[in-house]
């Protein structure tokens, strides 16, 4: 009885074993699955590395775009090609009211051309960072001269009273225009109406004239014009 139970035990076994193996193709099957699956892995980590690669060229790109625009709207501040606002001061200046007396020239009680020149590069001197005058933005090439009973700013005839505007630090600027015998001074000794007003906020506009050099060259670093 007891082999008889043994060769039954084995029997089973051998059944169990025999239908818990896998067969052989299916074996194959997943073998060749498992090499797709690889393939396919492998593809997309390629296409991830170069899709990360463009990605980085992108942001090199934008970033390369976002500089040169920073830089631009620098340079054109620079210039005084645009339209700025801070803090500062507003100067008027006007004609005097006094009359002349006898053996005087009228045109002492007058503003000059020189006396809007002598105010600017006190200003410009104190540290204003864009200046204007009547309107007209001061720049590198700007010229303040005399034009008749008028004075010419950019090529732009203009009459008393005289508004100029300076951005920068406005005690600064003030203290630089009170300082004791300098040109308010003067001004004030003639009769001029001088007004000088400190502002958290003004606005300066950019020069809007044309930009011409027939003789300057831009030189590079190393030295040649280009």
């Known amino acids: 009885m007891v082999l008889g139970v043994l060769l039954v035990a084995q029997i089973r076994t051998q059944e169990y074993i025999e239908t818990s193996m896998v067969p052989t193709r299916r074996l194959e099957d997943l073998t060749d699955m498992l090499r797709k699956a690889e393939s396919q892995r492998?593809?997309?980590?390629?296409?991830?590395?170069?899709?990360?690669?463009?990605?980085?060229?992108?942001?090199?790109?934008?970033?390369?775009?976002?500089?040169?625009?920073?830089?631009l709207a620098r340079v054109e501040m620079v210039a005084g090609l645009v339209k700025v606002t801070g803090p500062g001061v507003i100067v008027t200046l006007d004609d005097s009211r006094k009359q002349a007396q006898p053996g005087e020239g009228a045109d002492l009680f007058l503003v000059h051309d020189e006396d809007i020149l002598k105010v600017t590069n006190e200003l410009f001197a104190a540290g204003a960072e864009a200046i204007s005058v009547n309107g007209q933005r001061l720049i590198a090439t700007s010229e303040i001269r005399c034009a008749?009973?008028?004075?010419?700013?950019?090529?732009?005839?203009?009459?008393?009273?005289?508004l100029i505007m300076a951005i920068g630090?406005?005690?600064?600027?003030?203290s630089a225009l009170h300082m004791?015998?300098?040109i308010i001074d003067t001004?004030?000794?003639?009769?001029?109406?001088?007004k000088i007003t400190q502002s958290a906020s003004i606005t300066v506009p950019g020069y809007n004239g044309s930009l011409y050099f027939k003789y300057a060259k831009p030189v590079s670093p190393g030295g040649e014009v280009q």
């Open 148 to 162: 008749g009973p008028t004075i010419s700013v950019n090529n732009t005839r203009i009459g008393p009273p005289y």
């Open 42 to 71: 492998e593809a997309l980590e390629n296409e991830v590395a170069v899709l990360r690669q463009q990605l980085v060229k992108s942001w090199e790109g934008e970033h390369a775009v976002e500089t040169v625009r920073q830089e």
């Open 187 to 194: 001004l004030k000794a003639w009769g001029i109406q001088v």
């Open 169 to 174: 630090d406005p005690k600064t600027l003030d």
């Open 180 to 182: 004791r015998d300098g």
